[in-house]
């Protein structure tokens, strides 16, 4: 079968996501993340931030919510039973804080048959309230059999 | 605390029986092969099997306690091998090496029961 590589620049929609207090806590207890900057308001606030720090693949909250909906896009014709996550980058800009609004755009940068699997990248760009980028991912699926 | 160039970064961890169920309620991700064991077994794996980004967190994890805190983080990619299972200790393991101005680069890497759950993992540190 034939990969869908027409797809390649394909964007979706924006997606907001409102970062909550209790939401970092229970991501950082999830993740063994112990540092008072995520779980203790006064820590935080002593450290010089507005907020609870989120920990940087907190990231995968934010813009997951943008990024997992993509995969099952029929235009893309990802067979998900077959899918395995083969790599992730994510590049960091400020630090996000409970309170803040994260905005996250996809795009399909990639996808392509190589050694009898199907590739396929997506990127997401996620902003905050002030307009910082707040974070770059890049996503790499593979999906087996895809290029048989 | 300050990370220098040539400082090793080790982190111990051993995923309790309910971590997938945590993780898979904070990130979202319920996918049944982390959280269904009957489910995990009739697709061929042998159990219910982690999750590949609360691995990598783990890697994000000892690279932010080593460089003392969560801002100076600036990059991971990481590659995902293998499947991780409950029960068995993960060691993450890397060496820190110069980058560009400003930065420290540790390599980094996650074993279990000697298979790599992530290889090739880069971490860019802003150096204090």
């Known amino acids: 079968m034939a990969l869908a590589t027409d797809k390649i620049g394909k964007r979706y929609p924006a997606v907001a996501y409102a970062v909550g207090r209790e939401k970092i806590r229970e991501y950082a207890a999830a993740v063994g993340e112990t540092d008072p900057l995520h779980h203790d308001l006064e820590a935080a606030r002593a450290a010089g931030f507005a907020d609870l720090v989120a920990p940087p693949m907190f990231a995968v909250v934010y813009a997951g919510r943008a990024v997992w909906p993509v995969l099952f896009d029929p235009e893309l014709e990802i067979d998900f039973a077959m899918l395995v996550h083969g ?4 590049r960091w800009g400020p630090l996000v804080l409970a309170g803040d609004e994260v905005v996250t755009e996809v795009e399909v940068v990639r996808i392509e048959a190589r050694s009898g699997l199907g590739f396929y990248a997506l990127e997401s760009r996620s902003v905050n309230q002030r307009g910082e980028q707040v974070c770059v991912g890049t996503w790499t699926q593979i999906v087996r059999g895809a290029a048989e | 605390m300050s990370l220098r160039e040539g400082a090793s ?6 995923p309790d029986p309910y971590v997938t169920i945590r993780y898979a309620g904070a990130s979202g991700d319920f996918n049944p092969i982390h959280i269904d064991e009957a489910f995990a077994r009739e697709v061929g794996l ?16 000892a690279a932010t306690e080593a460089a003392g805190g969560p801002d100076r983080l600036r990059s991971l990619s990481v590659q995902f091998r293998g499947t991780g299972t409950i ?3 993960i060691v993450i393991s890397g060496a820190v090496k110069a980058g560009e101005p400003g930065e420290l680069v540790a390599k980094l890497e996650a074993v279990q029961a000697g298979a790599k759950l992530v290889k090739n993992g880069v971490a860019v540190i802003a150096a204090s």
Do not use: Y
């Open chain 2, 87 to 89: 029960g068995e200790e």
């Open chain 2, 9 to 14: 970064i080790e982190l111990r961890v051993t």
């Open chain 1, 87 to 90: 790599a992730q980058e994510f």
């Open chain 2, 46 to 61: 042998p159990g219910r099997i982690l999750h590949g980004l609360w691995t990598m967190a783990q890697v994000a994890r």
